[in-house]
Nanobody
Framework: QVQLVESGGGLVQAGGSLRLSCAAS????????MGWYRQAPGKQRELVAS???????NYADSAKGRFTISRDNAKNTVYLQMNSLKPEDTAVYYC????????????????WGQGTQVTVSS
C-alpha cells in the first residue's frame, strides 16, 4: 500500500511563508509526476503546482512568482515553498502523485494525501 503524508501546514499572517512537505512511503517501483492541489471551503479542488520526475514544473497563475515546487527523488518527497502568502491562499492543501507499482508497470496509479490545512490571516 502506498501512502502520501503531508506536513508543514499551519496558521501564518499575510505576507508570511510556509513550506509544505509530502513524503511517499510503501511498496512501489517509482514515482512519476507529483503535485500540490488545494481546496478552499465551498470551492473545487484546484492544481497549485506540479513537477515531473525530471524536474519540469507547472504552476497555477495564482502561484507563479510566490510558490516554488521541488522534489527529492532519493527521499520520495515533494515540497512546496509558499512565500508572500495571502488570505485567499487559505485552503486544505493536498499532495498528489502518480506511482508505477512495478518495473513492468505500463500504467501509473494515482494517490492523494490526507491534506494539510493552511490558514493565512489578514
Amino acid at each position: 500500500q502506498v501512502q502520501l503524508v503531508e506536513s508543514g501546514g499551519g496558521l501564518v499572517q499575510a505576507g508570511g511563508s510556509l513550506r509544505l512537505s509530502c513524503a511517499a512511503s510503501g511498496s512501489f517501483f517509482s514515482i512519476n509526476a507529483m503535485g500540490w492541489y488545494r481546496q478552499a471551503p465551498g470551492k473545487q479542488r484546484e492544481l497549485v503546482a506540479s513537477i515531473t520526475r525530471g524536474g519540469s514544473t507547472n504552476y497555477a497563475d495564482s502561484a507563479k512568482g510566490r510558490f516554488t515546487i521541488s522534489r527529492d527523488n532519493a527521499k520520495n518527497t515533494v515540497y512546496l515553498q509558499m512565500n508572500s502568502l495571502k488570505p485567499e491562499d487559505t485552503a486544505v492543501y493536498y499532495c498528489n502523485a502518480d506511482f508505477y507499482p512495478f518495473l513492468s508497470s505500463r500504467r501509473s496509479v494515482n494517490y492523494w494525501g490526507q491534506g494539510t490545512q493552511v490558514t493565512v490571516s489578514s
